[in-house]
């Protein structure tokens, strides 16, 4: 190997390589934020989106969830990501990051101003978890459901969540730009396509149903925020392959 080699190898090694058995903490920067992420996990694009939309400076450390590294239980019991770094804080679960970012920096806000308006936004993050949980259960399963019966799992979340977005009217749950219900729940949005790779066929929703959903869709998927993040549905149909069969999934590609 020569030195030049060397050289890119190493920086790259230390912005973007995903740490594993054996690894080490990268050196903290002072002041910075740092994220511990994995490339392809949906609620560590949470704070991500957030950290983007509110142009707050971070930095991202990957983490080989295969194979975690031992100090990483340090940060996170669990060694689950997302894990924010703030200072001698350290946040954990996505919605409590996110929160935390959005109070922390007032720029940029992505919730409303008027606790009463917050506290809608709060019950819609709810109905969110609600779609994730039924998400989960298609996407990962490894068992024959029927057509309809999925399509009867996820319909009533999604349905929910429809009628939150006719009720208020607006382009994005956040009014005429994204807000915090936005980007909660886009990740699985962009990712849905790989419940139709994973089970083999389409769901076999009708073309009436969730209007205002697909029309959301398409416009978060302008967002340059989005854009930048973007995991399509094969690839992370590829990724619940990895986990399903027990073996390491490449996080370092794509
Ligand atoms: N409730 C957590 C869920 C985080 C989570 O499940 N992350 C997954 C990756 S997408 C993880 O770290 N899995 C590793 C493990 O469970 O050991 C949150 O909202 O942050
Ligand atoms: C997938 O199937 C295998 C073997 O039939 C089983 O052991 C495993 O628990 C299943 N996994 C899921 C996620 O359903
Ligand atoms: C596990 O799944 C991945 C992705 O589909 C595939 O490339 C790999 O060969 C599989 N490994 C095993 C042991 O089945």
């Known amino acids: 190997m020569n030195i030049p080699f060397i050289l890119v190898y190493t920086l790259l090694y230390f912005t973007h390589f995903s740490r594993s058995v054996g690894s080490q903490d990268p050196p903290r920067k002072d002041g910075l934020l740092r994220i511990y992420s994995m490339k392809f996990c949906p609620y ?24 975690k590294p031992e100090w990483y239980f340090k940060i996170h019991p669990e060694g689950k990501v997302p894990a924010l770094v703030d200072g001698s804080k350290v946040i954990v679960e996505s919605l409590d990051i996110c929160d935390y970012l959005d109070e922390k920096y007032p720029e940029n806000p992505l919730y409303p101003a008027e606790p009463e308006a ?57 009014g005429d730009k994204p807000g915090m219900v936005d980007f909660m729940l886009w990740p699985w949005a962009e990712r849905s396509g790989c419940i139709g790779i994973r089970l083999g066929y389409k769901l076999p929703f009708r073309n009436e149903d969730l209007l205002l959903l697909r029309q959301w869709k398409k416009d978060m998927s302008q967002q340059p925020v989005c854009q930048e993040l973007f995991i399509s549905g094969d690839i992370f149909a590829k990724m619940i392959s990895y986990k399903i069969n027990g073996t390491e999934p490449p996080y370092d590609e794509y």
Do not use: M, S
Request: proline share 6%; with cysteine; glycine share 4%.
């Open 118 to 174: 917050k506290n809608r936004d709060k019950e819609a993050i709810k109905l969110v978890a609600l779609v994730t949980n039924a998400f989960a259960k298609c996407a990962y399963t490894n068992e024959t459901g029927t057509p309809e019966g999925w399509v009867k799992l996820l319909l009533p979340p999604l349905q929910d969540l429809e009628d939150e977005l006719a009720k208020r009217g607006t382009k994005f749950f956040g």
């Open 44 to 67: 560590a694009q949470r704070p991500l989106l957030v950290l983007k939309a509110k142009k707050i400076p971070h930095e991202v450390v990957n983490i080989n969830l295969f194979k």
